[in-house]
T-cell receptor, first 111, second 112 residues
Framework: SQQGEEDPQALSIQEGENATMNCSYKTSINNLQWYRQNSGRGLVHLILIRSNEREKHSGRLRVTLDTSKKSSSLLITASRAADTASYFCATDSGANSKLTFGKGITLSVRP | DGGITQSPKYLFRKEGQNVTLSCEQNLNHDAMYWYRQDPGQGLRLIYYSQIVNDFQKGDIAEGYSVSREKKESFPLTVTSAQKNPTAFYLC???????????FGAGTRLSVL
């Protein structure tokens, strides 16, 4: 069963623009993570935000979490062609729970 | 280099055949996972293991089997009972269930 659902499903932007991707989830969480997947490769962890945090930064990445709305957003600033990939949110929902991944967002950055 | 190694990169299965996908990690992680990825469906959990000699079914375990005899190794067998095995299979590991997962490069399985 899918806990996180990303929005939009696909996003195409010009190099240098910002990319904003959203994730909504249904049940309360301990933390939420974002991963990146280049075509035909494994996933790479980008950032983890805990349920008691509201915002986190890592380089050109900014993640926000709104537990009242059960949603998170990932902002990639000053995008590059190399940012072209699929992005997944993943939620951890409590004791003995597994990490549950969404279906992913396909980001295309045009040079 | 530390990391997770999946092999082979490509695998072909004949009708009625069992095939085994290898996953090895040298990160000293306790937990290991197998996911199946189909186009447009994201990652679905097949099996996971928190400790040696113990594993649990995920959301789509039917037609698959695993073993965890060593901490470093978590092989996945796709049995002949899995009628639609064509997919991209990803192995991952983490310190425990809640932490960041580290992924291998994947095995693409096709049916001949």
């Amino acid at each position: 069963s899918q806990q996180g659902e990303e929005d939009p499903q696909a996003l195409s932007i010009q190099e240098g623009e910002n990319a904003t991707m959203n994730c909504s989830y249904k049940t309360s969480i301990n933390n939420l993570q974002w991963y990146r997947q280049n075509s035909g490769r494994g996933l790479v962890h980008l950032i983890l935000i805990r349920s008691n945090e509201r915002e986190k930064h890592s380089g050109r990445l900014r993640v926000t979490l709104d537990t009242s709305k059960k949603s998170s957003s990932l902002l990639i600033t000053a995008s590059r062609a190399a940012d072209t990939a699929s992005y997944f949110c993943a939620t951890d929902s409590g004791a003995n729970s597994k990490l549950t991944f969404g279906k992913g967002i396909t980001l295309s950055v045009r040079p | 280099d530390g990391g997770i190694t999946q092999s082979p990169k490509y695998l072909f299965r004949k009708e009625g055949q069992n095939v085994t996908l290898s996953c090895e990690q040298n990160l000293n992680h306790d937990a290991m996972y197998w996911y199946r990825q189909d186009p447009g469906q994201g990652l679905r959990l097949i099996y996971y293991s928190q400790i040696v000699n113990d594993f649990q079914k995920g959301d789509i375990a039917e037609g698959y089997s695993v073993s965890r005899e060593k901490k470093e190794s978590f092989p996945l067998t796709v049995t002949s009972a899995q009628k639609n095995p064509t997919a991209f299979y990803l192995c991952a590991s983490s310190w425990n269930q809640k932490n960041i997962q580290y992924f291998g490069a994947g095995t693409r399985l096709s049916v001949l």
